[in-house]
């Protein structure tokens, strides 16, 4: 079946360190990929979103690639931020209108 | 930002007791999507409706939840005898739908805590 598997429960960083949360999928169906981040007490917001290929995708200094060959869709930044302390989920959308398949979540912990 | 409303933002219930959530989704959005978030943070879809039809939906927990997304009216979760483990976050999204724009929008949630 279609899942999704975050390996990292929990990462804690110094600030000012590169960030980098793994993401792995299966899924037999052409799709959408997404990263989503959930703040203390706040909605998940849309982080990053991809269905392309090879293609980087980038926002608020997040940075992710889907591939396809290995099935993943890292996310990656070049230097955390206190303020990006929060949970960080990858998310897969299998069909027209379809629920979200999601990973179980990495909690993101950036230290001063 | 997200213009997904739901109310309320808190709900408080006894075992046995109905509760009831309400979900206002982004204009122009006809997909609506509930989902639980437990206490550690994991995500279960519930259902999910285009404009007042049900697309999917899981065994609703011995029948105990049932949903509704009427024409001019908020989308609505109702538990009809809550119990303990249904304390959770309860997020409603929509989104445009089709495959191009998959992408969920979310509401701050109800947090239900079964006493």
């Known amino acids: 079946g279609d899942s999704v598997t975050q390996t990292e429960g929990l990462v804690t960083l110094t600030e000012g360190l590169p960030v980098m949360l793994n993401c792995t999928y299966q899924?037999?169906?052409?799709?959408?990929l997404f990263w989503y981040v959930q703040h203390l007490n706040e909605a998940p917001k849309l982080l990053l979103k991809?269905?392309?290929d090879n293609k980087r995708t980038e926002h608020q200094g997040f940075h992710a690639t889907l591939h396809k060959s290995s099935s993943s869709f890292h996310l990656q930044k070049s230097s955390a931020q206190l303020s990006d302390s929060a949970l960080y989920y990858c998310?897969?959308?299998?069909?027209?209108?379809?629920?979200?398949?999601w990973g179980l979540g990495t909690s993101l912990v950036v230290n001063p | 930002n997200s213009k997904v409303i739901q109310t309320p933002r808190y709900l408080v219930k006894g075992q046995g007791q109905k509760a009831k959530m309400r979900c206002i989704p982004e204009k122009g959005h006809p997909v609506v999507f509930w989902y639980q978030q437990n206490k550690n943070n994991e995500f279960k879809f519930l259902i999910n409706?285009?404009?007042?039809?049900?697309?999917?939906q899981i065994d609703m927990t011995e029948k105990r939840f049932s949903a509704e997304c009427p024409s001019n009216s908020p989308c609505s979760l109702e538990i009809q005898s809550s119990e303990a483990g249904d304390s959770a976050l309860y997020l409603c999204a929509s989104s445009r739908g089709g495959l191009n724009y998959a992408e969920q929008f979310f509401g701050p949630g109800t947090r239900l805590t079964v006493l």
């Open positions: 409706f285009q404009n007042q039809e049900v697309l999917q």
């Open positions: 899924t037999a169906y052409s799709t959408f």
């Open positions: 998310a897969l959308n299998v069909g027209d209108n379809s629920k979200l398949i």
């Open positions: 991809s269905s392309t």
